[in-house]
C-alpha cells in the first residue's frame, strides 16, 4: 500500500514558476511510475507526466513538454513537479499517482495504470 500527499500549489501569475512535491508513504520500487495528472474545471483529467522510479524515464504530454520537470528523490521517497512558463490553461486541481507494479512505456499516460492517487493540490495561474 503507498500512500500519495501533494503540496506546493498555490497562485501563480502567467509565467510564473511553481514546484508540486509528491510525498510517499509506503515502498517504492525502481520499477513503479509515479506520475502527474491535472482536471481543470469542467475539463477531463489528462495525464501531464510521469517517471520510472529508478529514474532513467521520462514521459510527457505534448502541453507541458519543455516547461515542466518531473524528477524524484528516492532517499525522500518523494517526487517533484518543477513547473515554468505557466500558462492559465495550467490552472487546474493536480494529482500525484503511483503504480502498484511495472507500466509499459506506451501507457504510462493511462490513468488506469495508476492504483494510487493522491488528495490533488490545487495550481491556478493568473492572467
Known amino acids: 500500500q503507498v500512500q500519495l500527499v501533494e503540496s506546493g500549489g498555490g497562485l501563480v501569475q502567467d509565467g510564473g514558476s511553481l514546484r508540486l512535491s509528491c510525498a510517499a508513504s509506503?515502498?517504492?520500487?525502481?520499477?513503479?511510475?509515479v506520475g502527474w495528472f491535472r482536471q481543470a474545471p469542467g475539463k477531463e483529467r489528462e495525464f501531464v507526466a510521469a517517471i520510472k522510479w529508478s529514474g532513467g524515464i521520462t514521459y510527457y504530454a505534448d502541453s507541458v513538454k519543455g516547461r515542466f520537470t518531473i524528477s524524484r528523490d528516492n532517499a525522500k521517497n518523494t517526487a517533484y513537479l518543477q513547473m515554468n512558463s505557466l500558462k492559465p490553461e495550467d490552472t487546474a486541481v493536480y494529482y500525484c499517482?503511483?503504480?502498484?507494479?511495472?507500466?509499459?512505456?506506451?501507457?504510462?499516460?493511462?490513468?488506469?495504470?495508476?492504483?494510487?492517487w493522491g488528495q490533488g493540490t490545487q495550481v491556478t495561474v493568473s492572467s
Open positions: 499517482v503511483a503504480a502498484a507494479g511495472p507500466v509499459f512505456y506506451a501507457n504510462y499516460p493511462d490513468a488506469k495504470q495508476y492504483a494510487y
Open positions: 509506503g515502498r517504492l520500487t525502481n520499477n513503479n511510475v
